[in-house]
């Protein structure tokens, strides 16, 4: 009962600490003012401003005491602000005796003393509650809050169950508040010890048993439930992740071993060739470039918004565009200019059913940022084709129902990336696709032709039998 | 302005005045005045600070093509909803143990402290009057009344654990579709256009198409646009007769005069919105504007016979009569043409075994052969053009139907049929960003309740609108003093199907 309610009055600390950093650096801003002789008067307002600050300043040290007990924190940078808030208090006490004693030289060094020791015991206190480097955080351009990419597991009997499934699920979803530099109930998940020794209520692993495991209660438990971990707001386990945790601890906990070393029910074979198919799937590359680009021209996106050509950023945080010409039939040298002074941004270019010059055709191959062209039913031509073959960032090509073939196919050399190739509605012949597969290996070639054979029955309707009475 | 319409609005304007006395004056005003400065003092705070909400409506031009929250792999959406109802136990969720129980007294422990439609007292258990089988790769459980659809099986991400708490078909509609099982909210549809506007000028960016021979239950609110502008709303096409109705000139009048009409129309109103200043007034002339456009290319569109033959051999469809087919088709050419959102609603699927066509052994085979060719073409022609990757397809119905025979007033029904089910049923959904050939969430034994992996109706929106691109909590507008979103204030992406 007394350890609740120490802690209650402990977490008062953070609304305490702000009255001695607001009262005392008043005080030193009279201990300024006072010097002047026109605001003379103001130097009998700072006993009395020292005194309420380095009460305050005492109060915080109490309730501050109270509250590094809970053992939430990071010891060396607490002990810092412990120290610092400490020598506040002291020099607070010491300030006002000399400010009563009206010996204004000392407490003026006094009140620059206690302004440095605000300052710093407040960015202590800071980096507990935040972190480390919470001040320039904004200045680095790393957004730690963003993807956390697990390395792919391509073989996963060979894996290391710990190191190369079990880790990089505690690393996403749990380090951020039990590590090294913050440790919620006291438990640390980043290193072997701090898992097998559990936190302030005990072990969480009964090893062999995860029903019996806290770690495991409560990463299942209902996400409405407040004990449910990670907490509100957090991304919560996946059903495969729970499995993944549920299997270490039924196994033994192991933190050296090897999948195939391990007993594997047939839920857990099943999600290991689910991380495995994850793995190749992480290798396909977004047709989105990872490099920053700038913003382009407003009033160049006006202009061709104004002529129905669809221009839009990618997304509302992305200076890429793609560009939909979907209202037009075809388009005029300016429009196209226009369109073409958009090279460096962008990357998705949708023309169905589009008409257009040779120099025209000719120009696309400028846009040398394109991933995805989408010219189905175009009057597009094998020497046409040819200068598409300079886009050699080009992962997905739509060439449906275009009068293009297989020769003018096979001799493109520069499409290193492409993924996603379509052919339907044209006039290649089966041997001719089989070529241009083979040519594309890593490329998806669909040549569309696809029939849905008629069934008898599709026309067909099922009746009751007539039970005749 | 053109001196005729110049005018015709003096014209209307100087009728107006003529009844506007002093008279009519302080009679009216006595609540007019005070409710007058209500409204100025009220227009002048923005209560509620420029939120990216009402930012995204551009009253000029309200279905502008929009850049979304991120960038999303779908960009139309194709929601294929079996109005009734379709019963999962002979589709898609094969339960063997439940064929053990065929013929037994449900236990009571299923039936303890729970609401049903119609049954009655203790009903008998129904096993399945299906055959399943695992098709393609995926090993994807799915019966014998779909062949088409199993040869496509490992296109399909299955939600087979989908709750829902309305166990009526209207409001259960509303719940699946807009968000509540209440009138007045909008449709996802709706949400979709909103947010992402519209990439074609001549074509609405929220079609309807539907079939089966009546309604959805809930009536037209299921594919309206709630409180959102009106402009949002879903336009239904038809399959017979006129495309839309009322938007053909009536005989003798020829088009320029139908221009001209409108343009004197439309400037009146700019004239009435200079002065009062009412986006409404704004949706009007875009939506008079689009409708004069779509006059045009509707019909263009909605014409299917210019398709090859083999396309519609693929689909199976009758041109000239309305079909599921045929709206599939339609689907299709609307999606290549740009349009975000195409409802399909196709009516007949409640088999409660009441008659003939409710039984699950006979009219529900019947339903399926209409649906099963057209679906699978529609995924494998959005293949082979390069679509599927960009069209999110989402099929299912409202809830699910029980593992028990429904016995109406405790009496067992005439033929095989099962009763309304809210605890679990099967929704799937393809292309558009998401796994293929996947299975999430299961169900108990016999069918009865989900176990893992329940999602909810607002789950399905909330992933709808993940993959155009939108965080969920985030796609809002302001409306009775709070912001309001699809998912209210439920919904979560299901993660586990997206690749």
């Not at chain 2, 654990?161 to 449709?187: C, E, I, Y």
């Not at chain 2, 569109?301 to 045929?326: C, L, R, W």
């Amino acid at each position: 009962m007394l350890f609740i309610v120490t802690e209650f009055i402990g977490n008062f600390h953070p609304v305490l600490v702000h009255l001695p950093i607001g009262i005392l650096l008043f005080a030193l801003v009279l201990e300024l003012l006072q010097t002047n002789t026109k605001y003379q008067s103001v130097a009998l307002a700072i006993p009395i401003a020292y005194l309420t600050g380095a009460t305050a300043a005492i109060l915080s040290c109490i309730t501050g005491w109270l509250l590094s007990n809970t053992g939430e924190y990071n010891e060396s940078t607490l002990n810092l602000h412990r120290w610092m808030g400490i020598a506040v208090a002291i020099v607070s006490v010491i300030g006002y005796y000399f400010s009563v004693k009206k010996q204004a030289s000392i407490s003026k060094y006094i009140a620059f003393v206690l302004g440095i020791l605000l300052f710093t015991t407040g960015h202590f206190g800071g980096t507990l509650t935040h972190g480390d480097g919470y001040l320039t955080k904004a200045f680095s351009a790393t957004n730690s809050d963003t993807l956390f990419v697990p390395k792919p597991i391509t073989n996963a009997q060979e894996a290391l169950i710990y190191k190369d499934i079990i880790q990089p699920i505690l690393t996403e979803k749990c380090i951020k508040c039990h590590s090294g530099s913050k440790q919620k109930g006291n438990l640390r998940l980043d290193t072997e010890e701090g898992i097998l020794k559990g936190g302030k209520g005990g072990a969480i692993i009964s090893v062999g048993h995860a029903e019996k495991s806290e770690i495991f209660q409560r990463v299942s438990l209902d996400p409405l439930n407040e004990k449910h971990m990670p907490p509100k707001g957090k991304t919560a386990l996946t059903e495969q992740e729970r499995l993944f945790l549920q299997w270490w601890i039924q196994t033994g906990v192991g933190f050296s071993k090897k999948v195939k070393e391990l007993d594997q029910p047939n839920s857990v074979k099943l999600a290991l060739t689910a991380l495995e198919k994850n793995a190749s799937a992480a290798i396909i590359p977004s047709n989105i470039p990872n490099e920053l680009v700038d913003k382009a021209n407003e009033s160049l996106l006006i202009d061709l918004q104004k002529k129905a050509v669809v221009v839009l950023p990618i997304a509302q945080n992305s200076n890429y565009l793609s560009v939909n010409l979907i209202n037009l039939k075809t388009i005029d040298e300016k429009t196209l200019s226009q369109i073409f002074d958009l090279k460096k941004q962008l990357i998705w270019l949708k023309m169905p059913a589009i008409q257009l010059s040779e120099t025209a055709w000719q120009k696309i191959s400028m846009l040398q940022n394109l991933t995805k062209l989408s010219i189905e039913h175009s009057n597009i031509t094998d020497k046409q084709l040819q200068y598409l073959s300079e886009l050699n960032q080009l992962q997905y090509l739509n060439l449906v129902g275009t009068a293009i073939s297989s020769k003018a196919l096979l001799q493109i050399n520069g499409w290193k990336k492409m993924r996603q190739l379509y052919l339907a509605s044209t006039h290649l012949v089966t041997s001719e696709l089989i070529a241009i597969q083979s040519k594309y290996s890593k490329t998806e070639v669909d040549t569309g032709g696809y029939r849905v054979a008629t069934l008898v029955t599709d026309t067909q309707l099922v009746k009751a039998p007539i039970i005749k009475k | 302005m053109s001196k005729h319409n110049k005018r015709i609005i003096q014209e209307a304007n100087d009728q107006v005045l003529q009844q506007l006395t002093r008279r009519h004056f302080f009679k009216e005003s006595v609540t007019g005045v005070g409710a007058m400065a209500l409204g100025s003092f009220l227009s002048g705070c923005n209560w509620l600070g420029s939120k990216d909400g009402s930012d995204l409506l551009n009253s000029a031009h309200p279905l502008m093509p929009h850049a979304p929250h991120f960038a999303g792999k779908a960009k139309s959406v194709i929601y294929l909803h079996m109005a009734g109802a379709p019963s999962q136990l002979e589709l898609f969720d094969f339960k063997p143990a439940l064929q053990q129980l065929d013929g037994q007294d449900c236990p009571q422990s299923l039936l303890e402290g729970k609401k049903f439609a119609f049954i009655r007292g203790v009903p008998k258990m129904l096993g399945p009057q299906a055959a399943f089988k695992q098709r393609g790769n995926s090993g994807a459980w799915i019966s014998d009344n779909l062949p088409h659809l199993s040869t496509v099986a490992d296109e399909i991400s299955f939600l087979k654990a989908v709750q829902t708490d309305q166990f009526n078909h209207g409001p259960a509609q509303l719940l699946m579709h807009t968000g509540s099982a209440r009138l007045g909210r909008p449709s996802i549809g709706a949400w979709a256009t909103y947010g992402l506007g519209s990439e074609n000028d001549n074509l609405p960016g929220f079609v309807v198409l539907t079939s089966g021979g009546n309604f959805p239950d809930a009536g037209k609110s299921v594919w309206g646009s709630g409180f959102l502008p009106s402009v949002y709303q879903g336009v239904q096409c038809r399959g017979e007769g006129d495309p839309v109705l009322f938007v053909k000139d009536p005989a003798g009048m020829d088009r320029d005069l139908r221009k001209a009409s409108i343009d004197a129309i439309n400037e009146a109103n700019r004239a009435t919105y200079e002065e009062f200043k009412d986006p409404e007034i704004v949706a009007r002339i875009a939506q008079y504007e689009m409708a004069y456009r779509m006059q045009i290319s509707v019909p263009d569109v909605m014409n299917i016979n210019d398709e090859p033959a083999y396309i519609h051999e693929m689909y199976g469809t009758q041109p000239g009569k309305a079909s599921f087919a045929n709206n599939v088709l339609l689907a299709r050419k609307l999606v290549e043409k740009g349009v975000r959102y195409v409802q399909l609603f196709d009516w007949g699927w409640d088999t409660h075994g009441t008659d003939e066509r409710g039984a699950v052994d006979y009219g529900l085979v019947n339903k399926c052969r209409t649906i099963d060719k057209p679906i699978t073409a529609l995924l494998l022609d959005l293949k082979q053009r390069g679509l599927l990757d960009e069209t999110l397809v989402v099929w299912g119905g409202e809830f699910g139907r029980t593992p028990m025979q429904e016995n109406r007033d405790g009496k067992k029904n005439p033929f095989k049929g099962r009763d309304h089910h809210t605890e679990a049923y099967t929704i799937w959904m393809a292309g558009g960003g998401i796994k293929k050939g996947t299975s999430y969430g299961e169900t108990d034994e016999i069918g009865y309740s989900a176990i893992s992996g329940k999602v909810t109706p607002y789950d399905i929106q909330a992933t709808i609108l993940n993959q155009l691109g939108f965080d969920h909590e985030k796609l809002i507008y302001p409306f009775q003093g709070r912001s309001f979103r699809l998912t209210d204030v439920y919904g979560r992406v299901i993660n586990e199907i997206i690749a």
